[in-house]
């Protein structure tokens, strides 16, 4: 989304749509902030020092910024928004997650962030997990070359 008018395009596509929130990751940006425009409002939380690397977020429609009562950026691969519910409110969490193939390192502060945001949210609130978990679909490799691929056509593993 670093190109000149990316913002504006997914904007335009969602105005044809009855989404009112969009979850966003690979934002590209650098920092983190909130911008109001006309008829949305992206939200969005990147690397603090560099442009070009991961970014998450969201993008709003004008008509339920009213009922936005927060937006936490946490880092580069992880946000929140919390929205106003007639009965319940909502916290939605935006995330990026590391691919199967990252060094361990880099996925454990990944979870133990992820944790750390989830308990922070009062247990009456409705959570909302979105954006890419970096899921491996298809058979795992224990099943490649064996007699259970005929009666496991695939299998779903998240990293």
């Not at 904007?11 to 949305?40: C, F, M, P, S």
């Not at 691969?77 to 361990?104: Q, W």
Request: charged share 25%; aromatic share 10%.
């Amino acid at each position: 989304m670093l190109k000149p008018g990316k913002m504006q395009e997914i904007a335009e596509q969602i105005q044809n749509t009855t989404l009112q929130i969009v979850a966003l990751q690979e934002i590209r940006w650098k920092g983190y902030g909130h911008i109001r425009k006309k008829d949305y409002s992206p939200y969005y939380s990147c690397n603090p020092e560099t442009t070009g690397q991961f970014g998450t977020g969201f993008l709003v429609k004008k008509e339920i910024e009213k009922n936005i009562l927060g937006f936490e950026p946490y880092n580069e691969r992880m946000c929140k928004l919390r929205i106003k519910g007639k009965y319940h409110n909502l916290s939605l969490i935006c995330v990026h997650a590391p691919t199967e193939y990252t060094d361990n390192t880099a996925k454990e502060p990944f979870f133990e962030d992820l944790q750390r945001i989830q308990d922070r949210i009062p247990k009456h609130e409705a959570t909302v997990l979105l954006g890419d978990m970096n899921a491996k679909i298809g058979l795992e490799d224990s099943y490649h070359n064996s007699h259970l691929k005929q009666t496991r056509p695939f299998r779903h593993t998240l990293c």
